[in-house]
DNA sequence: CTGTTAGCGCGTTCAT
DNA sequence: ATGAACGCGCTAACAG
């Protein structure tokens, strides 16, 4: 190092200095930081990195980078990181396995120290099998190992709420959209819908159950293919925020009020919701808590620590879109 | 290397075959590449980068991750580096200068190859201080160095594009909800609000013109000030589509209907916009595109390239939250 | 306490 | 066309 020579020292002296490894003469010590401060000198992290074998940067695999539902998470994520001295980097796998996979496999080779999934389409077998290279954090899973660990909310549940809300309130004939096919969190909503129903003696009726992908525009599609097959229902419960959204313009569009005429309950409270017209009765999930947690946790296994945690859980947010039927 | 070993060659010869550095005879080669797909190996890019002096990472610098306006120019990015063997760290500086000069900063330190710059709040002259030690492009600057480069939107003719929409609907009394206080672009486009209204003979009134900070709970206050300062007017131009978002929901609660009693105007065309009740009528920043075209750019810069881009101009998208004074 | 040595994994001379 | 040797900047092990 320059900073060696203009100190005096030896390289190692300089780096026992900067890194704390051992005791170092105080006059030697304001030396180099003098000599430092000369330079302003700042390690290079690549050299650090090459031969401590740690990067010092996680990879973030989200889905969609522009949709509010892992920005916000994001942005739990950003304020973990912050002061670690650990930087993301953040990739978008766009609802779609194979290039998760290959995502994925570029943030290993990039030697990423751990990565964190966000609502991941591929198999926990995947992620267990990647986890054997660096530790894994993943949402909407119920793993743990060594160097994996899986969060999993009660989707059942909040589905449960949202529909107990609405029978609470009198209604009776409850639409549902759905999210995609396959998607664990979207089944696990309906199976609560379904349950709360039960509960209820009320008949499941799959003609108002109709299939979304969690868009703003499939949650249209889906209002107006209700419409279309003339179908009966004084609410509707959307499986995320962004359909509800969608449901929200058609009925719009079609004259039909919300409150007034039908309820709508959503799902995940993004931070839109509450400035909706009117704003949207939902299902708050703790988006910002779970970007937080996931990121320490990881961090804790990058460490070879054994974490414990829990989430703040599901819960329902009554706003203007549900009312009492008369 | 160990592949070297294995295919029986010198590491010097597996390091031309992977980076086409000169001829190999075809025999070798082939067997370094049966070596390389055997042991499915990839060259470390910290050894890569410490040798080359290049890390392959560009920074980003965004004022808030989870705010629809950046995350949809991060889409643009995220787009344009598809490929091109960059990844992405993304920093925020929180709408805040000297926040935003340590972000950079330390971007700096990781030794990122560029940096794009997203509606900075520091300096011209920071900026070009900073690309003095790597190439910056910015957006909302109008700088242009062999290092540096600035992106810039008309945005005083944005502000009159939805101000002129307004009075051809025979509007003339229309309140201004400002962007944040020495904020660029909020004031230019408040600027062409002054010039729509002089064109046309209509005096400015600075009682209807309320100050916001871009945020959806500024519009609320905005309008509630209005009402409470018993302002009258019949249409509302907002600084941008989240402080709209919020003017809309005052509105709501004091039962003022949209567009049949007041007119509503914002700035940006965020991905929501579409799906607000009603859809919201705005001026359309291409903010995927000005994403994609600034990457392109930085990955000029950094390959020591000029470049000369122009980006789409800004547009008048209606939709259904203006019409005609009756 | 401190300097010397070696090596992290590559790419690039310089010879051959 | 190819191998040997060196160095990118840093830290860890080994002496002293």
């Known amino acids: 190092m320059d900073v060696a020579r203009l100190a005096g020292v030896s390289p190692s002296t300089v780096s026992r200095i900067l890194n704390g490894t051992a005791k170092v003469s105080d006059d030697k010590r304001q030396a180099v930081m003098d000599a430092i401060a000369r330079m302003n000198f700042a390690p290079n992290p690549m050299a650090q990195s090459l031969k401590r074998g740690r990067s010092m940067t996680i990879g973030i695999v989200v889905q969609d980078i522009s949709s509010p539902f892992f920005d916000e998470t994001l ?7 912050k002061g670690t001295g650990y930087a993301s980097v953040i990739v ?6 194979a290039e998760e996979i290959e995502r994925i496999r570029l943030l290993l080779a990039r030697k990423v120290d751990g990565i964190i999934l966000l609502s991941g389409r591929i198999t926990d077998e995947s992620v267990l099998q990647f ?8 949402t909407g899973r119920a793993i743990q190992t060594q160097r994996a660990l899986g969060f999993k909310l009660d989707n059942e549940h909040g589905g449960w709420l949202a529909v107990r809300h609405l029978i609470e309130l009198g209604h009776r004939r409850i639409a549902f959209i759905t999210g995609p096919a396959n998607n664990c969190d979207a089944d696990e909503r309906l199976a609560g819908y379904k349950r709360a129903l039960q509960e209820a003696d009320i008949a499941y009726d799959p003609k108002i159950v109709v299939e979304g992908d969690f868009h703003e525009s499939s949650g249209m599609r889906a209002i107006n293919h209700l419409f279309d097959t003339q179908q009966q229902f004084t ?9 509800a959204y969608g449901a929200r313009l058609s009925l719009y569009r079609k004259g039909i009020r919300v409150p007034e005429d039908i309820s709508l309950v959503g799902f995940d409270d993004l931070p839109g919701s509450s400035y909706t017209t009117p704003p949207l ?10 970007g937080r947690i996931a990121t320490n946790s990881l961090l804790h296994l990058i460490n070879g620590e054994i974490v414990e945690t829990s989430i703040p859980p599901l819960e329902l947010i009554v706003r203007e879109t549900t009312r009492r039927i008369r």
Do not use: F, K, M
């Open 235 to 243: 609410a509707v419960c959307a499986a995320n925020d962004l359909s």
């Open 75 to 81: 942005h739990g994520v950003d304020e973990a990181l």
């Open 92 to 97: 978008s796998g766009h609802w779609n396995a």
């Open 131 to 138: 986890s054997q290279h660096r530790p894994i954090v993943s």
């Open 281 to 290: 009765t939902t299902i708050r999930q703790p988006l910002y808590d779970i």
